[in-house]
T-cell receptor, first 115, second 114 residues
């Protein structure tokens, strides 16, 4: 398997624009996680899905952030409108929750810069 | 609220040294603890996972220990190599299954000098 695939790898946009980040989880995994990483706050969980259903979105910072998982092989994280403080690296991870270990596998991330 | 702390934030050692990275957590009611490695510009790679009932796990030159009652874990790296240079993060899972979030520490950035 190619692993968790995220696109784009880098995104530069202007304040106020809509940003959409994409994630393809590992085939067969039933949980998907969106994280944000910054120097100040480290790695934070934004939202996670199980069997395409959002389970916990308590980490989503504001209504400007939304995430969808229309099927088992695709998820999006949208920011509208974007602000400079949203600049960070956004990671997607997937796992198979049937196992005891429940190891999460991470994508390479999307580095977002909002000017 | 669970908090995870890693000390030191950065570490520089000469090649060949054995070293220990520390991780502490405030709530001992964890399901498991994981150590990850992150290379610059890359995602995280899981290194070792210790279930709450276990005391240690080993993989090659890496050994992770867990003392749940004291809220501590250590990652021991034997005979360090320049290729070990990366940021190491620990994360705890509070509960099993779908509702178990991973709470991450801030990481320790390791540099191994040739």
């Amino acid at each position: 398997d190619a692993g968790v695939i995220q696109s784009p790898r880098h995104e530069v946009t202007e304040m106020g624009q809509e940003v959409t980040l994409r994630c393809k989880p590992i085939s067969g995994h039933n949980s998907l996680f969106w994280y944000r990483q910054t120097m100040m706050r480290g790695l934070e969980l934004l939202i996670y899905f199980n069997n395409n259903v959002p389970i916990d979105d308590s980490g989503m910072p504001e209504d400007r952030f939304s995430a969808k998982m229309p099927n088992a092989s695709f998820s999006t994280l949208k920011i509208q409108p974007s602000e400079p403080r949203d600049s960070a690296v956004y990671f997607c991870a997937s796992s198979l929750t049937s196992g005891a270990k429940n190891i999460q596998y991470f994508g390479a991330g999307t580095r977002l810069s909002v000017l | 609220k669970q908090e995870v702390t890693q000390i030191p934030a950065a570490l520089s050692v000469p090649e060949g040294e054995n070293l220990v990275l520390n991780c502490s957590f405030t709530d001992s009611a964890i399901y498991n603890l994981q150590w990850f490695r992150q290379d610059p510009g890359k995602g995280l790679t899981s290194l070792l996972l210790i279930q709450s009932s276990q005391r240690e796990q080993t993989s090659g030159r890496l050994n992770a220990s867990l003392d749940k009652s004291s809220g501590r874990s250590t990652l021991y790296i034997a005979a360090s190599q320049p290729g070990d240079s990366a940021t190491y993060l620990c994360a705890v899972r509070a509960r099993a299954g779908n509702t178990g979030k991973l709470i991450f520490g801030q990481g320790t950035t390791l540099q191994v000098k040739p």
